[in-house]
């Protein structure tokens, strides 16, 4: 059976509110958590940006399942072998439980350490380059690297867990579909959440090369409801929910987290906890 998550997205929320959330998911039958790494909000109206490494332990002492973070970059706001220690103490703290999700970075997040920010070829083989260095210190071995964009004199990972963590890597386009489910009173209501909090949800082109939340919230103005259609899943038919979730345990995924774009969290939760996860098979 497939694992149905929590998206705890620290860019709407403050990290002590998300855990109250995360809690409570954890009590209607998520399985676990995944943890939103951002040093900036998308727009100034989500008005949040909390450490992601501080939130998942906070996070992880207060719940059961699984958690990781959806995603973090390996490449520029920290040397992958930083990400790499905080990984290994995290699976050490939590054996079983904990996932490293990697993607090659945005603008938004990782401009203000970047003296030159990449194209987007350069940014995947950073990444790659990345996760190389970061499965040789899984090893617990003494590793050197130099390689085309990262050096590393002679280390290793003192706290290791018995099994280093598994890697997920994001991928652009319907992939990303995989984060779908969202739940409103009202359809009205639902597009109006969108509209507001999530309009990146609704903008057709890529956002890796944005640096600002004032420059999305400028963008923000020319999203229409009509451009959300195809992307985000907006109804107040839970069915319509469980079935879009379906089509992914169906193709074969094994985890699914799901965000809900509105504030009204524990509703949401509650709906989903006793309308849609008992009725996914």
């Not at 059961?64 to 992958?80: E, K, M």
């Not at 009173?185 to 090369?209: I, Q, S, V, Y």
């Amino acid at each position: 059976m497939a694992q149905i998550g929590y998206a705890a997205m620290l860019e709407q929320f403050h990290p002590r509110e998300l855990i109250g959330f995360c809690e409570k998911a954890e009590a209607a039958g998520f399985s676990g958590v995944m943890a939103a790494d951002h040093v900036q909000p998308w727009t100034p109206q989500q008005g949040n940006a909390a450490f992601v490494w501080a939130f998942m332990a906070a996070a992880a002492e207060h719940t059961r399942g699984d958690i990781g973070p959806g995603v973090t970059c390996p490449s520029f706001r920290s040397h992958p072998a930083i990400i790499a220690q905080a990984a290994a103490t995290m699976s050490a703290m939590y054996p079983g439980r904990f996932w490293l999700g990697l993607g090659s970075g945005e603008a938004l997040n990782e401009h203000i350490v970047a003296g030159y920010w990449p194209e987007v070829a350069e940014r995947i083989n950073r990444m790659f380059e990345s996760i190389e260095i970061i499965r040789k210190l899984f090893t617990g071995k003494d590793v050197k690297h130099t390689g085309e964009y990262y050096k590393m004199e002679t280390m290793r990972l003192w706290t290791m867990p018995e099994q280093p963590p598994p890697i997920y890597i994001a991928t652009a386009g319907p992939v990303t579909a995989e984060k779908t489910g969202r739940f409103c009173d009202g359809h009205e209501e639902a597009m109006r959440n969108a509209l507001t909090e999530w309009p990146n949800g609704g903008m057709k082109f890529p956002k890796a090369d944005i640096r600002s939340p004032n420059d999305f919230a400028q963008m923000a103005k020319l999203v229409r409801p009509e451009d959300f259609e195809g992307r985000m899943l907006i109804s107040a038919d839970p069915d319509a929910h469980r079935r879009e979730i379906q089509k992914f345990i169906d193709l074969g995924f094994d985890r699914v987290y799901l965000h809900n774009v509105g504030r009204n969290q524990l509703e949401w939760i509650n709906v989903f906890g006793k309308q849609v996860l008992p009725k996914l098979h």
